[in-house]
């Protein structure tokens, strides 16, 4: 059962990573977040800091939206307070590079998965997305210091959610050693 389980999350997963929608993505995101950036391409620091932003407004929408609808459930309650610490580390990176703050416009971006299940094998998906779009950035060898270290330490919390929801698929989202 156990092999069976895992071979339907792992198809899933597959079909979420390969389709381009990072979390809970609607199909007429066009250029938001993470789904914008495209494997291979060069941004420049503004792009870079706007897809960052926006990827993280997701994600913090994301979460808020599946805790309203199916409780404050771990590891969602940690990692939206988490989304909202990430996006005030890139706030100050746009004051400083005189560049405008892209208004928040997730909620009109996402779709609320269809059970807590799918839930927490999206969450899978977007942090393997949003860690995917860090290191893209982090290869611009003319990054500048300041924004190099945000992104790292974004892409290390973000290493961290995956932990978290690779824990969750396998029913053991508070990371206790026992399924709950």
């Given at each position: 059962m156990?092999?069976?389980r895992?071979?339907?999350?792992?198809?899933?997963l597959?079909?979420?990573?390969?389709?381009?929608?990072?979390?809970?993505?609607?199909?007429d995101?066009g250029?938001?977040?993470?789904?914008?950036?495209?494997?291979?391409?060069?941004?420049?620091?503004?792009?870079?800091?706007?897809?960052?932003?926006?990827?993280?407004y997701?994600?913090e929408?994301?979460?808020?939206?599946?805790m309203?609808?199916?409780?404050t459930?771990?590891?969602?309650?940690n990692?939206?307070?988490a989304?909202?610490?990430?996006?005030?580390?890139?706030?100050?990176?746009?004051e400083?590079?005189g560049?405008e703050?892209?208004?928040?416009?997730?909620?009109?971006?996402?779709?609320l998965?269809?059970?807590?299940?799918?839930?927490?094998?999206?969450?899978?998906?977007?942090?393997?997305?949003?860690?995917?779009i860090?290191?893209?950035?982090l290869?611009?060898e003319?990054?500048?210091?300041?924004?190099?270290?945000?992104?790292?330490?974004l892409?290390?919390?973000s290493?961290?959610?995956?932990?978290a929801?690779?824990?969750?698929?396998?029913?053991?989202?508070?990371?206790?050693?026992?399924k709950k």
């Amino acid at each position: 059962m156990k092999k069976w389980r895992n071979g339907i999350v792992g198809g899933a997963l597959a079909v979420l990573l390969f389709s381009g929608t990072g979390i809970m993505a609607s199909e007429d995101e066009g250029e938001y977040g993470a789904a914008a950036v495209s494997e291979g391409e060069t941004y420049s620091v503004e792009e870079m800091l706007v897809y960052a932003i926006q990827d993280e407004y997701m994600a913090e929408a994301s979460y808020l939206a599946i805790m309203d609808a199916y409780g404050t459930v771990k590891p969602f309650t940690n990692i939206a307070k988490a989304e909202g610490t990430h996006i005030s580390l890139l706030l100050p990176l746009f004051e400083t590079y005189g560049l405008e703050v892209p208004e928040n416009e997730a909620v009109e971006h996402i779709e609320l998965p269809a059970s807590l299940v799918e839930s927490f094998e999206e969450g899978v998906a977007g942090e393997i997305k949003n860690i995917a779009i860090y290191e893209q950035f982090l290869q611009n060898e003319e990054l500048p210091d300041d924004v190099r270290s945000v992104f790292e330490r974004l892409m290390a919390a973000s290493e961290n959610h995956l932990a978290a929801f690779e824990r969750g698929v396998t029913g053991n989202p508070d990371g206790a050693g026992r399924k709950k």
